[in-house]
Every structure is written in structure tokens, then in C-alpha cells.
């Protein structure tokens, strides 16, 4: 069996990267004040495909997934959002009458709901938000284009480490003494690895052998100081 990917330097998420930018705009308690906070429960849809969109949402605390129904009727994991980031965005431009994807709750979950004309008039005064919202959108396809681009060149245990890696860096986890706690299902770290769930379920043994994280269900937590790597089961 091929090793497994070394360790990031630092599993520790405080704050996403996206939602400390937006604490720091001179707007942000304008933002918050012409939005409304709506507290979703884990696995209740947020956003219907084929609604008519009516707002810009902003994750303020938990985690959101995106999927989209494929031509054969699959449930496919588009991505995580984080908090700090924007959703509903698409509704915003011309010639996009209903939503594309489904977003659930990932995790209990608080959003801020944005009706889209309050939010177009509080960028005349506060423009940053646009690019803080087109900052978000260039990084979701820079990562979709590197997921393709590396689903065949890469071991599945290197996809499993990265997808786990990247949730910690965008802020999808809750530190705890240990390290960073993800709630994710091995069948969406599958999806979102690009292998079946049994092979992700596979690698997260392996990890947890190493020394990497620790399983507790759905729970996996990516330890902040990892044990020194112990020899992996072979086959």
C-alpha cells in the first residue's frame, strides 16, 4: 500500500480565512444589519434546485453542503461551504430565473438571509463586499479545476488527507482539545475525494492507524500533534 500523506503543519482553524476578512471591512456591521439570522438545523435544506431566488445568503457559524441532482439522478457533493462564505449569488445576475443547487445543512447552522436589493445597495457605499464575493467565486473554481485535475494523478488516501486538510483550512471544523472536529459522512468524503465510500472508510482506518486523526463516527478529528507514523496494514 502507498503511504499516506504527511501531516499539515497545523490543523488549528480560529477563524475561517473568509469570515475574518469580512469581520474586518468598516461594513460588516452594515451587512448585518440589513440582514436576517436563520438558525437551520443539521440536514435541512437551506436552498431548493428550481426555486426562484430571492437572496444572498452569508454562512455565519456551521456548515453547508452543495449538491446537485446528475442526469442518471445521483446525489453528487459539489462542495462545502464555510462560514464566511456567500451563497445565492447567481440569482443576482440576468438570465438566471431559478436556483441551480441544493444546499443543505451540514451541520447546525447559522445564516445571515440578505434580500438582493439591500445587498446591491450597501456595496455603493461598502464596494469590498464585491470583491470579497468574486474572491469567493474565482477560489470555489480554482478548486473544482484542481479536484479534476488531480482525481487521476493522485492515490485516493492523498485526495481523502486533502479534502479532510481543506475543510480544516476553510474553517468547516471546531477546534477541541485534541485538534479539528469534522462531522462529515464517509460516503460525501468519498464524493469529494472522487472514490467510493467503502474506499474512503478504508482510508480513514489507515489514517487513524497512522496516527493522523481520530474516527468516532462521523466525528473525525485531525489531530493537532500526530503520533509518529506506525506501519500500515498492507493490501
Not at 438571509?113 to 445597495?121: G, H, N, S, V
Not at 489507515?206 to 503520533?227: H, K, M, N, S, Y
Amino acid at each position: 500500500m502507498k503511504p499516506l500523506p504527511a501531516p499539515p503543519k497545523s490543523a488549528a482553524a480560529p477563524m475561517s480565512p473568509s469570515l475574518e476578512r469580512l469581520v474586518r471591512d468598516p461594513g460588516y456591521p452594515a451587512l448585518l444589519a440589513i440582514g436576517r439570522n436563520r438558525r437551520v438545523p443539521r440536514h435541512r435544506v437551506v436552498i431548493e434546485a428550481g426555486a426562484q431566488p430571492t437572496c444572498l445568503y452569508l454562512l455565519l457559524n456551521g456548515l453547508c453542503a452543495v449538491r446537485h441532482t446528475g442526469s442518471r439522478d445521483q446525489d453528487l457533493l459539489l462542495a462545502y461551504l464555510c462560514p464566511g462564505d456567500f451563497f445565492g449569488e447567481m440569482g443576482m445576475l440576468p438570465g438566471v430565473p431559478a436556483r441551480s443547487a441544493r444546499i443543505d445543512a451540514a451541520a447546525d447552522s447559522t445564516l445571515l438571509e440578505i434580500p438582493y436589493r439591500a445587498f446591491l445597495d450597501l456595496t455603493q457605499r461598502y464596494p469590498g463586499f464585491w470583491l470579497e464575493l468574486a474572491g469567493q467565486l474565482a477560489s470555489r473554481l480554482r478548486t473544482t479545476n484542481r479536484r479534476l485535475a488531480e482525481m487521476p494523478a493522485l492515490h485516493a488516501a492523498e485526495r481523502v488527507w486533502r479534502a479532510l486538510s481543506g475543510l480544516v483550512a476553510d474553517g468547516g471544523g471546531k477546534k477541541n482539545a485534541k485538534g479539528v472536529a469534522i462531522r462529515i459522512t464517509r460516503q460525501d468524503l468519498g464524493k469529494l475525494a472522487g472514490c467510493s465510500r467503502e474506499l474512503a472508510g478504508m482510508v480513514v482506518r489507515d489514517l487513524e492507524i497512522a496516527g493522523r486523526l481520530q474516527a468516532q463516527g462521523q466525528t473525525l478529528i485531525l489531530l493537532d500533534q500526530p503520533v509518529p507514523e506506525q506501519a500500515l496494514p498492507s493490501g
